[in-house]
């Protein structure tokens, strides 16, 4: 034989060896059940069981398992009661033409919204709206005074920086300072029901609460008062 004709036909030959081995990997393949689309099944059951928010993660099947791809949808379920548990098993089943029937290992994690920075942010910024949001965190890792409603943090003011995603804590948040030093304010005093109110400046800085010390307009008098507003202060008598 001609061996430019021998080698012809060997180089067909393993080129369609090739594709014939290609061709029953591919066929194999779709004949056999997608080991995500069992895992996503029990995973699926449990989230619909679940009461909450909670994340589910299932076992992946032993990877040397081929079970027969199903010719309906894959059912699956949980035990009673046994989403209550860190750890539990969901059935998913085929019930097709060639039913089976499989066991994985499911694990939930509870979780916690927790309010957290939406970007990275500097020491004393008044927060708004838009700085924080809500992100689900698994408890262990939720610190002590972590703020759950994003109410609580917008209009608070930052003692420290805080890095985008960071848990927000209240020992993290003071109230925003309403009264500067210098600034104009009306000074108001009570006593039964009389009320007396003044011109004062204000000698020092405070948030609502906060008590500092203002001068008396007029008599140039130093009193304490309580920060009312970002305009007014109470002096308190005795």
């Known amino acids: 034989m001609d061996p430019r004709t021998t080698s012809n036909w060997l180089g067909t030959s393993v080129l369609l060896a090739a594709g014939l081995l290609a061709a029953t990997v591919a066929h194999a393949a779709a004949e056999w059940q997608s080991h995500a689309t069992i895992r996503e099944a029990a995973e699926a059951a449990a989230r619909e069981a679940l009461p909450g928010p909670d994340q589910v993660l299932a076992d992946s099947p032993d990877p040397r398992l081929r079970l027969a791809r199903c010719t309906v949808p894959l059912a699956a379920s949980v035990p009673a009661n046994g989403v209550r548990s860190a750890r539990f098993t969901a ?28 970007r990275a942010l500097a020491r004393d910024t008044v927060l708004a709206p838009g700085d924080v949001r809500l992100a689900a965190s698994a408890p262990a890792s939720v610190p ?3 703020l759950h409603d994003p109410a609580l943090a917008v209009g608070r003011v930052l003692r420290r ?20 030093r210098g600034q104009q304010v009306s000074v108001e005093a009570r006593t039964g029901g009389l009320t ?17 010390e203002v001068e008396n307009g007029g008599s140039g008098r130093i009193v304490q008062a309580v920060v009312r507003s970002a305009k007014s202060v109470e002096v308190l008598l005795q």
């Open 161 to 180: 920086p805080a890095d985008e995603g960071q848990a927000l804590t209240a020992s993290l948040l003071g109230a925003p300072t309403l009264v500067r």
């Open 91 to 118: 059935e998913v089943r085929c019930e097709g033409e060639q039913p089976w029937r499989l066991y994985l290992p499911v694990r939930v994690t509870s979780t916690r919204p927790v309010v957290v920075a939406s």
């Open 144 to 146: 002590a005074g972590a």
């Open 196 to 212: 007396v109110r003044m011109e004062g400046v204000a000698r020092g800085e405070g948030a609502l609460g906060d008590i500092i």
